[in-house]
C-alpha cells in the first residue's frame, strides 16, 4: 500500500500532523510496538493520540511516551493504562543509532503515524527531528498560504 506522507491513508489509526509544523523531519524510521490485547482492540476502534508523545532511548531499549491509547469499552478489570509507557521493536544498530543521534545532534524522536500493515501488524513511523524555530514556522505559514491561493488562482483562471 503506497502512502502519501503525512495523509491520513486507509491503515492509519493516528497521524501527527502536527509535528511537520513544529519540526524538520531528517529521517523516518518504522518500529513495531509491544501492546496488550486491549489496546490493539482500542486502537482497531480507531481511538488513540500520539500528539503530544515522543521516543526515548533507555537502557538500550526503545520506548513510546506520553501516547494516549484510551481504555477499551469491553476491557472491564482487564483494560490497559491509558498513558503507559510503551516498548518500540526495533533493531540493535536502529537503536544504537538513534541513542547515538540523540546525544551528538540534539535530535528528538517524533511519532508521526500509527497504523496497521499489510499483516495486521501495529506500527509507528518515527520521525528524526530537529525543533523549528518561531521564523521557521512562520515561513511555513506563508508558504502554506501561498500554495493555497496559487491553488484557488488556478481553479478560477484555468
Known amino acids: 500500500m503506497a502512502r502519501k ?3 491520513i491513508s486507509h ?12 519540526y524538520f523531519i531528517e529521517d523516518t524510521v518504522e518500529a513495531g510496538l509491544v501492546l ?3 489496546e490493539v482492540k ?3 476502534g480507531g481511538k488513540c493520540n500520539i500528539a503530544e508523545s515522543y521516543a526515548s532511548v533507555e537502557s538500550n531499549e526503545a520506548w513510546l511516551i506520553n501516547a494516549n491509547i484510551p481504555e477499551y469499552g469491553g476491557g472491564n478489570r482487564f483494560n490497559h493504562e491509558p ?3 510503551r516498548k518500540l ?4 544498530k536502529e537503536i544504537n543509532r538513534l541513542f547515538g543521534l540523540i546525544k551528538r545532534e540534539g535530535v528528538t524522536i ?3 503515524v500509527l497504523y496497521f500493515n499489510d499483516k495486521g501488524m501495529a506500527k509507528l513511523k518515527l520521525g528524526l527531528a530537529k525543533g523549528k524555530k518561531l521564523h521557521d514556522k512562520r515561513a511555513a505559514e506563508r508558504d502554506r498560504d501561498w500554495d493555497r491561493q496559487k491553488g484557488r488562482l488556478m481553479r478560477e483562471k484555468g
Open 5 to 7: 506522507s503525512g495523509l
Open 11 to 22: 491503515g492509519d489509526v493516528a497521524v501527527n500532523r502536527k509535528a511537520r509544523f513544529d
Open 36 to 38: 496488550t490485547g486491549t
Open 42 to 44: 482500542s486502537l482497531r
Open 83 to 85: 498513558r503507559r509507557k
Open 89 to 92: 521493536l526495533l533493531h540493535r
Open 110 to 112: 517524533v511519532p508521526l
